[in-house]
């Protein structure tokens, strides 16, 4: 299946991927696996989101906000790819780091808005192995950072 028709079956439109905010490159690619940068919960609108998990945001606002991160990688990769989505042979790790109060113990269901969203659009060439830490804090506050390593034709 082709990836762009998946996504225009699921209503999803990609918003070209925000240039790097310091000295570092989105994606990196290494033989056949690509490597993407941290990301942060940018919206088309520019928004950025901010806040803790536990202390004033819930867990289905950092599902939410991970999902939107997710529509980001998926951009950095087409970037990455050349525009070809198809690309994507699978979703190989992800990384899944959340601002969150000490107590705040639903980190893995958070990120899951991202793996979630893998699994929609690239099926189960986007189950992946995952890792969901808590941080005390993220650059700019953001709620939640994520990278991921992807195989690639």
Same mark, same amino acid.
């Given at each position: 299946m082709?990836?762009?028709?998946?996504?225009?079956?699921?209503?999803?439109?990609?918003?070209?991927?925000?240039?790097?905010?310091g000295?570092?490159?989105?994606?990196?690619?290494?033989?056949?696996?690509?490597?993407?940068?941290?990301?942060?919960?940018?919206?088309?609108?520019?928004?950025?989101?901010?806040?803790?998990?536990?202390?004033?945001?819930?867990?289905?606002?950092?599902?939410?906000?991970?999902?939107?991160?997710?529509?980001v990688l998926?951009? *950095?990769?087409? #970037?990455?790819?050349? @525009?070809?989505? $198809?690309?994507? &042979? =699978?979703?190989?790790?992800?990384? +899944?780091?959340?601002?969150?109060?000490p107590?705040?113990? *639903?980190?893995? #269901?958070?990120?899951? @808005?991202?793996? $979630?969203?893998? &699994? =929609?659009?690239?099926?189960?060439? +986007?189950?992946?192995?995952?890792?969901?830490?808590?941080?005390?804090?993220l650059p700019?506050?953001?709620?939640?950072?994520?990278?991921?390593?992807?195989?690639?034709?």
């Amino acid at each position: 299946m082709r990836i762009e028709r998946r996504l225009a079956e699921l209503g999803i439109a990609l918003a070209p991927a925000a240039p790097p905010t310091g000295t570092y490159v989105l994606a990196k690619r290494v033989g056949d696996l690509l490597y993407l940068s941290g990301n942060d919960p940018q919206y088309p609108d520019g928004t950025l989101a901010k806040g803790k998990l536990g202390a004033g945001m819930t867990v289905a606002e950092g599902y939410r906000h991970a999902r939107q991160l997710g529509l980001v990688l998926i951009s *950095a990769m087409k #970037e990455a790819l050349g @525009g070809d989505l $198809d690309g994507v &042979l =699978e979703i190989v790790k992800l990384v +899944g780091m959340v601002n969150a109060a000490p107590d705040f113990e *639903a980190h893995a #269901e958070v990120v899951a @808005g991202c793996s $979630d969203l893998f &699994l =929609e659009v690239f099926g189960e060439r +986007g189950r992946h192995a995952c890792s969901a830490l808590g941080m005390s804090s993220l650059p700019a506050g953001i709620p939640v950072e994520i990278e991921v390593v992807v195989a690639v034709r």
